[in-house]
């Protein structure tokens, strides 16, 4: 078949290129100049088969509400965003419940185990370099009530194939020396062997290379005007720069999936959540982590990619602004630096990048991926916080279903 996909994120490559091996002729739509640029850019550069457990989960709601008109919470809802997100509002409630919870965490679990040997399989057929890092990701905690109650939940989902080693602090230490002026904050950690450190949209671009180079068309810097439909099925896609012919549509859009899909009657519960970070030359802090450090208390991880040093935090539910806020900025480096305090040094250099982008996240912390009712049309989106760690795995299950034929999902309705 003949099949376009609808944006050049991780997620939209990672599907070109499975498409491609199943022997589709690929053609890919990118508003910008390259692929990886927007969400895909900036993320915290973990692959995360530890942290799959959806933002709905119980216990959440009353979080956000305790919240509310505090800066630096973790996850800040802003009150002028309630209008556009009342029915996404109510659906994230109900899936708080922990029976969905927990269903939906052991279903992005068993994607998220895909996913790695997924991307295993693509590093071993392209030889795409990305600062690819493994045996380097771990969790630290403050007190020790936070780290059994983590504890707990990652053993939860052992049986389904998570692995994690719990640490002492002496174990923190050893493995993460930056951390030995901190023991005295620390209670213990946890340990990832599953988890995987990579620079997105390195992976991406590379990816999107090899792409090119085996048949694939990429056009960037198109934008997408409508899917267009006819006799009750896709044929085609009208861009800014002209009408691309199509027996199949992928719409990897991220956040911004629902608009498109909308014109075509469709509703798609996906609303963005707003999350920030600094990129830093790792020469501007001598004695730098070598790890991954994702710090319970103060809701960051904090990431060694390549010869850069990233931070990464909070939630912020403010629609579809995409500019960096200063006070949230702040509030980042701030938490850092109560674990690793040269980072305040680290974050004023005029060498530091700070950026914003938009998870697409969907009520139940799912992605949806597959079939809709419309033939022809499929989605690979809504990955939330987690487009990296599924990417992967993402593109590989989309061309499983469009193999199949398979029925269409439940993650789009009637509008």
């Known amino acids: 078949m003949r099949i376009v996909v609808l944006g050049g994120g991780v997620v939209g490559?990672?599907?070109?290129?499975?498409?491609?091996?199943?022997g589709h002729q690929v053609e890919l739509v990118e508003r910008r100049e390259a692929a990886g640029l927007e969400t895909s850019w900036g993320n915290g550069a973990v692959i995360h088969v530890s942290s799959v457990e959806p933002w709905s989960a119980p216990g959440?709601?009353?979080?956000?509400?305790?919240?509310?008109?505090?800066?630096?919470?973790?996850?800040?809802l802003r009150l002028g965003a309630l209008p556009q997100m009342w029915r996404w509002g109510l659906e994230f409630l109900r899936n708080c419940a922990e029976t969905r919870h927990r269903d939906n965490a052991r279903a992005n679990l068993e994607l998220a185990l895909l996913s790695a040997r997924s991307m295993a399989e693509i590093r071993e057929a392209t030889g795409i370099r990305y600062d690819h890092a493994r045996d380097c990701v771990m969790k630290t905690f403050g007190n020790p009530a936070s780290l059994a109650a983590a504890t707990a939940t990652h053993e939860a989902l052992a049986p389904y194939g998570l692995v994690?080693?719990?640490?002492?602090?002496?174990?923190?230490?050893?493995?993460?020396?930056?951390?030995?002026?901190?023991?005295?904050?620390?209670?213990?950690?946890?340990?990832?062997?599953?988890?995987?450190?990579?620079?997105?949209?390195?992976?991406?671009?590379?990816?999107?290379?090899?792409?090119?180079?085996?048949?694939?068309?990429?056009?960037?810097?198109?934008?997408?005007?409508?899917?267009?439909?006819s006799g009750?099925?896709?044929?085609?896609?009208?861009?800014?720069?002209?009408?691309?012919?199509?027996?199949?549509?992928?719409?990897?859009?991220?956040?911004?999936?629902?608009?498109?899909?909308?014109?075509?009657?469709?509703?798609?519960?996906?609303?963005?959540?707003?999350?920030?970070?600094?990129?830093?030359?790792r020469d501007l802090w001598e004695g730098a982590i070598r790890n991954a450090i994702l710090d319970d208390a103060g809701h960051y991880a904090l990431?060694?990619?390549?010869?850069?040093?990233?931070?990464?935090?909070?939630?912020?539910?403010?629609?579809?602004?995409?500019?960096?806020?200063?006070?949230?900025?702040r509030a980042l480096v701030d938490k850092v630096s109560?674990?690793?305090?040269?980072?305040?040094?680290?974050?004023?250099?005029?060498?530091?990048?700070?950026?914003?982008?938009?998870?697409?996240?969907?009520?139940?912390?799912?992605?949806?991926?597959?079939?809709?009712?419309?033939?022809?049309?499929?989605?690979?989106?809504?990955?939330?916080?987690?487009?990296?760690?599924m990417a992967a795995g993402s593109g590989r299950r989309l061309a499983e279903a469009i193999r199949a034929g398979g029925k269409p999902g439940s993650f789009a309705s009637a509008a």
């Open 60 to 76: 959440v709601p009353l979080q956000v509400l305790r919240w509310i008109g505090q800066d630096d919470a973790p996850f800040l």
């Open 164 to 229: 994690t080693e719990r640490l002492d602090v002496a174990a923190c230490v050893a493995r993460e020396p930056a951390l030995a002026d901190a023991r005295d904050r620390l209670a213990g950690g946890l340990y990832f062997p599953q988890d995987e450190i990579g620079d997105c949209p390195k992976f991406a671009q590379g990816l999107a290379a090899w792409c090119a180079e085996h048949g694939a068309q990429l056009h960037f810097g198109r934008t997408v005007e409508r899917i267009e439909v």
């Open 338 to 389: 109560v674990l690793f305090p040269a980072f305040q040094a680290v974050a004023q250099s005029p060498r530091t990048v700070t950026w914003a982008g938009l998870r697409p996240a969907k009520p139940d912390g799912r992605p949806a991926i597959g079939a809709t009712a419309l033939p022809g049309l499929y989605l690979n989106t809504g990955h939330g916080h987690t487009g990296w760690t």
């Open 13 to 22: 490559v990672a599907s070109a290129y499975w498409l491609m091996r199943d």
């Open 232 to 281: 009750g099925k896709v044929t085609g896609v009208v861009t800014s720069q002209g009408r691309i012919p199509a027996d199949a549509v992928v719409v990897a859009l991220g956040a911004f999936s629902p608009f498109l899909v909308r014109d075509l009657g469709l509703r798609l519960p996906i609303y963005p959540i707003k999350g920030v970070s600094l990129t830093a030359p």
């Open 303 to 329: 990431t060694p990619v390549g010869d850069r040093i990233r931070a990464v935090g909070t939630a912020e539910i403010t629609g579809y602004d995409v500019t960096p806020d200063p006070g949230r900025i």
